[in-house]
């Protein structure tokens, strides 16, 4: 069978997965009575609840004779690891651009990977029926987007088609007609996108995904680039400096029926295909015949930015919520998804209880310890740090700067600047993006970002969207201000008590409930002033026998501020830890006791 290789490429929230979700049925994929979940492809919970594709998944479609395999791709920069490797596996790209936002970073960086990897894009207006939609100007919009990426008079010269993913339509004409579907997006395929490009000789495929499974354990995808393979072949494994990593037997080949992964007998150069039996073969191996000695050129990836330390969790409360709490554990746990993920890089400290994990961004750093979180496991982590790196010619210290783009309502955009230049961030940009919307672009350190999310949508009543991409390294910029508050502290262990908290409402707004466990050197509010104060929230209302004339009022409580994990992260100071328990989110110092805290700060200022 004739076979086509894509990938699906669009900012987050574009409506990639939809689009998927609607091919699939379209094609015949599901029977007329199968009920589908929405957004089938993302099947994880983080990606279901936050709405957000985290990993690449294939799936595959039968149109006229021909399978047309199709990637989807995360849309995050920060899962920017997953991109680079699929786009080595396809042949040709769908780039789906909303007719109202028109391209955005996101794109940007996943499209500038495709263009430099040679394939030529389809473009499609997506939600062509959205009230605010601009589809002339949009196109122009990706039309720079391609020139400014050195995009090739060939690539320059894409075919465009407009509709709406959700109503399940594509045409070459912004009105329709809507009646013929997906089919001349699926035709625009067959004809616009070239067949897999199959060397000559044995058989070789590069590891592109890699997940565990509790049956067939380690299961590599990967598109097959020359030979062929059957379930039993002998195959070696080589390394990118093309040292043999391990020998072995196929013992399964899984192909991509629709949303199903069925076995198959046999596996032919171009297809993407899943095999499973070798226990050490990872991402960017060369999975080979035993007779090949040379291995594939993987595509490089990004060096990562952030870095956070992953300790033992030693709080009075350690092992009360979750199982899995040992370093051991815990090291286990992180070496294995670095296996799978390879823009996670994970170094463990001298001291054996704590790791350092570094990623792109504090959104993928936060998305897996939310995945250990369900899983059991306690931990304590600290506050996100930025890779700097030391310029070899000059000797200066270099760190990431990240181009970021922020959508705003006008009258908010003077408090947006405001902040962004408090985080010593360079306005290179503004234009009006539609209705009284701008658009604001800014080169800011990646330092001066970490937490300035959750502060924009306060800043801007929830109506800014803001985007972020890295850039590349400059200087360091100079001391960034953080938190101008200082926290309150318990000063002794137990559980909090309603009347203790009514009467310290005062020294600022809490982020704990009553009755819920504290300990000495916990954070249980955010203090009014810059100083930290040990406060205690166990005093409970004394008993007397004399009644009070007037009958005692019921302690009516502000409600506390909330601190999710992705808040908790950026507020956190560098002398503070997050304790991370499948039940719980604490917040507190890292040493508990007031007397090494003093003596930290002390020898902190003899530096």
């Not at 995360?74 to 396809?90: N, Q, T, W």
């Not at 291995?295 to 490089?300: L, V």
Request: net charge negative; with cysteine; charged share 30%.
């Amino acid at each position: 069978m004739a076979l086509r290789n894509i990938a699906i490429i669009a900012h987050v929230d574009h409506g990639k997965t939809t689009l998927v979700d609607e091919l699939l049925k379209q094609s015949g994929s599901f029977r007329e009575n199968q009920r589908v979940a929405e957004r089938v492809m993302d099947s994880n919970d983080l990606e279901k609840e936050r709405g957000i594709t985290i990993l690449a998944k294939a799936t595959s479609v039968e149109w006229k004779g021909v399978r047309v395999n199709i990637v989807d791709t995360p849309g995050h920069a920060d899962f920017g690891g997953e991109v680079e490797r699929i786009l080595s596996m396809v042949d040709g790209a769908i780039v789906l651009v909303d007719s109202s936002e028109g391209p955005m970073p996101q794109t940007k960086f996943v499209v500038g990977k495709a263009l430099k990897v040679g394939l030529r894009p389809i473009v499609a207006i997506n939600k062509i029926d959205r009230p605010d939609g601009r589809h002339e100007e949009v196109i122009n919009e990706v039309f720079d987007l391609f020139a400014n990426l050195d995009a090739t008079d060939e690539q320059l010269d894409f075919p465009i088609l407009y509709g709406s993913g959700r109503d399940g339509w594509m045409n070459f004409n912004p009105e329709g007609p809507k009646d013929e579907g997906l089919a001349p997006l699926l035709d625009l395929v067959l004809k616009h996108v070239p067949e897999p490009k199959v060397e000559e000789g044995p058989f070789r495929m590069i590891g592109t995904l890699l997940e565990a499974n509790p049956f067939l354990g380690r299961i590599i995808t990967g598109r097959v680039a020359s030979g062929s393979i059957k379930p039993n072949q002998a195959v070696k494994v080589l390394s990118q400096d093309g040292k043999t990593v391990e020998t072995g037997r196929i013992s399964k080949i899984l192909a991509f029926r629709g949303i199903e992964r069925q076995p198959i007998e046999e596996a032919v150069a171009g297809d993407i295909v899943a095999i499973a039996g070798l226990s050490k073969g990872t991402v960017a191996d060369t999975f080979c015949d035993p007779s090949i000695t040379e291995a594939m050129q993987a595509q490089p990836i990004d060096p990562p930015t952030v870095t956070m330390s992953f300790i033992v969790n030693d709080s009075p409360l350690a092992g009360t919520e979750g199982d899995k709490v040992t370093s051991r554990v815990i090291r286990d746990r992180l070496f294995k998804e670095a296996e799978g993920n390879v823009a996670l890089k994970i170094e463990e400290a001298e001291g054996k209880d704590s790791f350092y994990v570094s990623g792109r961004g504090e959104l993928q750093l936060a998305v897996l310890i939310e995945t250990m979180r369900r899983e059991g496991f306690e931990l304590a982590v600290s506050r996100p740090r930025v890779v700097m790196h030391k310029d070899e010619t000059t000797g200066q210290t270099m760190e990431p700067i990240e181009e970021v783009v922020i959508d705003v309502d006008e009258e908010h955009s003077g408090v947006v600047v405001q902040k962004m230049s408090e985080r010593k961030a360079e306005m290179t940009e503004l234009r009006p993006s539609g209705g009284s919307r701008v658009r604001l672009k800014f080169l800011a350190p990646t330092r001066g970002l970490i937490g300035y999310q959750s502060e924009l949508l306060t800043d801007t009543r929830g109506t800014a969207i803001m985007n972020r991409l890295f850039n590349d390294y400059q200087p360091y910029k100079g001391e960034i201000t953080g938190r101008t508050n200082g926290v309150l502290l318990s000063n002794q262990s137990g559980e909090a008590v309603a009347y203790a908290m009514f009467n310290l409402e005062d020294r600022g707004p809490m982020i704990i409930e009553p009755g819920d466990k504290v300990y000495m050197g916990m954070i249980i509010g955010i203090h009014t002033r810059d100083n930290d104060l040990e406060v205690n929230v166990l005093k409970g209302k004394q008993l007397t026998n004399i009644r009070s004339a007037g009958k005692d009022e019921a302690v009516r409580l502000t409600p506390p501020i909330r601190m999710t994990l992705d808040r908790a992260l950026s507020w956190i100071q560098d002398d503070e830890l997050m304790e991370v328990t499948p039940k719980s989110i604490r917040l507190r110092k890292i040493y508990l006791d007031a007397n090494d805290r003093k003596r930290f700060d002390k020898s902190k200022a003899a530096l």
